[in-house]
Nanobody, 125 residues
Framework: QVQLVESGGGLVQAGDSLRLSCAAS????????TGWFRQAPGKEREFVAG????????RYADSVKGRFTISRDNAKNTVYLQMNSLKSEDTAVYYC??????????????????WGQGAQVTVSS
């Protein structure tokens, strides 16, 4: 089992930056792909970004390309999501998720095995 805990959410203004962290604990001796998803009120959960264990592969939703950057520090069992130039439409609960895989970054939530509790990000315009 792997436990994921997100942190770093908050209330910011449009154009500001925010960095989310996802700390993993438990069975972290295996290779995991980690993804960030988000869910806005009344909308379905959507893929935001993902990164492979080796950091050789990243993937982003079109809506965040060029603004968000995903990275990871395996020594700290932590994945980060740097969010720049935030927009009001980025307002959502952001979830960290992990799946047992060496390299394939998938965008479907059903393919992920473990989930964090979520972190609220609110962007005021």
């Amino acid at each position: 089992q792997v436990q994921l805990v997100e942190s770093g959410g908050g209330l910011v203004q449009a154009g500001d930056s925010l960095r989310l962290s996802c700390a993993a604990s438990g069975r972290t001796d295996s290779s995991y792909v980690t993804g960030w998803f988000r869910q806005a009120p009344g909308k379905e959960r959507e893929f935001v970004a993902g990164i492979s264990w080796s950091v050789s592969s990243t993937r982003y939703a079109d809506s965040v390309k060029g603004r968000f950057t995903i990275s990871r520090d395996n020594a700290k069992n932590t994945v980060y999501l740097q969010m720049n130039s935030l927009k009001s439409e980025d307002t959502a609960v952001y979830y960290c998720a992990a799946r047992r895989s060496i390299g394939v970054v998938t965008i479907t939530s059903a393919s992920y095995d473990y989930w964090g509790q979520g972190a609220q990000v609110t962007v005021s315009s």
